[in-house]
């Protein structure tokens, strides 16, 4: 086990290089000059010029890249052009919308998964598991954006039951900060539920007819029973492995949902941040939306490797 952590470690280190260098140089080859947006098209050249040594962009790329590096190691990744504001105050602040945001949406998938994929792994062949595949396929086709508006058009607009957009923070109550999320959830929520409901569906049916499971019906359990006791807990492995992907999507993936109901999450900073050319936003965010991403995926593979062994013999 112990060879694997390494081993894993090792790769998500040099994942997290490997990304650093590529966000770093794409956002640095996007065209147009933040201090030039910032002083406007009439700006004089000599003022241009101090504020790209006062903002640090007079210096080479290696050397920017360098020092943007090893403060993030530091925990400081910079101050905003724009708002000249620490970035990890920016990030913090927003972090509160789009990490609920995430549990929310991730909850509302499982809930409506779960039970999904048991009735059409328990029903195949039959009406209602050809109904659940075709909802599910629906679900996966249909863009989250575009439902995002549907949901808007529904139930904000045509029966008020909630706000089309906005964030009523956490200062005004729990129930009013998740009325707020709800929507927003829940377009992000079903799309995944349409992919966890096929895996956990196919995830069942790999283990149905398994030997355990004719031993278990066997000895006198039900067909319900032996699925619930027995097929559910070896079918959730893979089942867990996607939940959590698609945390980490979640978290990362909302930056379209974030705008079209105007949270002030991650996703709406990054958008705002690129609109700006505030570059040491935008790069201090995608870094950091990257790490949570391949920590997660870390986290998830080594708490598979824990709970299969045969992995770990076979990475070995």
Known sequence: MLHYLFRRSVALLATLVVASLIVFLVIEVVPGDPASYMLGMNAQPDTVAALRAELGLDQSRTLRYLHWVSGMLHGDFGRSYTYRTPVADMVADRLWVSLPLAIYALTLSTLIAFPAGIWAASRRGR?????????????????????????????AIQLGWFSAGGFAGWDSGVLASLKSLTL????????????????????????????????????????????????????????????????????????????????????????????QRDLIVVESVVMLLVFAVVMVTFLVDVAYAWVDPRLRHQRR
Request: net charge positive; glycine share 6%.
């Open 127 to 155: 009406l209602a598991d050809s109904a659940v595949m075709g909802f599910t396929q629906l679900g996966i086709a249909v863009p989250n954006f575009w439902f995002a508006l549907l949901l808007v058009m529904l139930f």
């Open 184 to 275: 927003p959830a829940v377009s992000l929520a079903l799309p995944q539920a349409a992919i966890l409901t096929r895996v956990m569906r196919s995830s069942l049916l790999d283990v149905l007819h398994d030997d355990f499971m004719r031993t278990a019906r066997a000895k006198g359990l039900s067909a319900r029973q032996a699925l619930l006791r027995h097929a559910l807990r070896n079918a959730m492995i893979p089942v867990l492995t996607i939940m959590g992907l698609q945390f980490s999507f979640l978290i990362a993936g909302a930056i379209i949902i974030e705008n079209v109901f105007f949270l002030p999450g991650l996703g709406r900073l990054i958008f705002q941040s690129i609109a």
